[in-house]
């Protein structure tokens, strides 16, 4: 049961590291708006599209 509640309390605290709180590092940007400029910018580094996504990544 404790298990379940951290493993839940950490996908709660990365969904909203990555898509909601902003990093000064990054230009007071959130690490996926980051992530897509960086994109357009140099699309031959990616294979994939990067998109916002809820959920879990499986």
């Given amino acids: 049961m ?6 839940d309390t950490l996908e709660r605290y990365v969904l909203l590291y ?3 709180l902003l990093q000064l590092a990054l230009q ?3 690490p996926i708006q980051a ?5 357009k910018q140099r699309p ?3 294979k ?5 996504r809820t959920g879990l990544d499986t």
């Fill in 18 to 20: 990555n898509q909601h």
């Fill in 35 to 39: 992530m897509k400029d960086w994109q």
């Fill in 44 to 46: 031959d580094l990616f």
């Fill in 28 to 30: 007071h940007r959130t």
């Fill in 48 to 52: 994939k599209r990067v998109s916002n």
């Fill in 2 to 7: 404790a298990d379940r509640i951290l493993a």
